[in-house]
């Protein structure tokens, strides 16, 4: 029996099971203090950071993201359904989807048990907002579907 779809599950199930042990690795290390408790790997550069955020990417509707854990569970189920009903043409596709889902489920899980997401990985050489494992899958997810999309040629008839 073959399984529909097959990186698209190795890869959301991939990235939701590392998305959340690095989450429950950083509350279990780290304190939760202003200033945050953080953690130099290359001191000025990159360091391991505790902060929690209520709201999307970049802090965005951190007084009022309520709605984004239903939005973050109704895009998990639309991508479930997918990699369900729809076969997915090319690893290409089945990775960048399922790297989607992941990012979508393992922040949209944190939202609706905790209120927030756990958010650890601090650039600091550029200032970068702090983010975790789930934020970095959704973004290789997307360059994957990119990929993907330049890679497939044209159908007959199309330019």
């Excluded at 000025?44 to 993201?65: K, P």
């Excluded at 596709?93 to 944190?110: F, H, K, M, T, W």
């Excluded at 970095?136 to 007959?156: E, S």
């Amino acid at each position: 029996m073959s399984v529909r779809n097959r990186w698209f599950w190795i890869a959301a199930g991939a990235g939701l099971v590392l998305d959340q042990l690095t989450k429950y690795w950083v509350a279990q290390t780290f304190e939760l203090t202003t200033p945050p408790d953080s953690l130099p790997l290359w001191p000025g550069v990159f360091h391991f950071t505790y902060v929690t955020n209520s709201g999307a990417a970049f802090s965005l509707f951190s007084n009022n993201g309520q709605w984004l854990k239903w939005l973050s569970m109704g895009v998990s189920l639309g991508l479930i359904l997918l990699g369900l009903k729809t076969r997915l043409p090319n690893r290409w596709e089945q990775v960048g989807y399922g790297l989607i889902l992941s990012g979508a489920l393992g922040n949209g899980i944190d939202r609706l048990l905790f209120g927030e997401v756990i958010d650890f990985f601090d650039f600091r050489l550029i200032r970068f907002p702090i983010f975790n494992v789930a934020d970095v899958c959704i973004n290789i997810g997307i360059i994957c579907l990119l990929v993907a999309a330049l890679k497939t040629p044209p159908k007959r008839g199309e330019l």
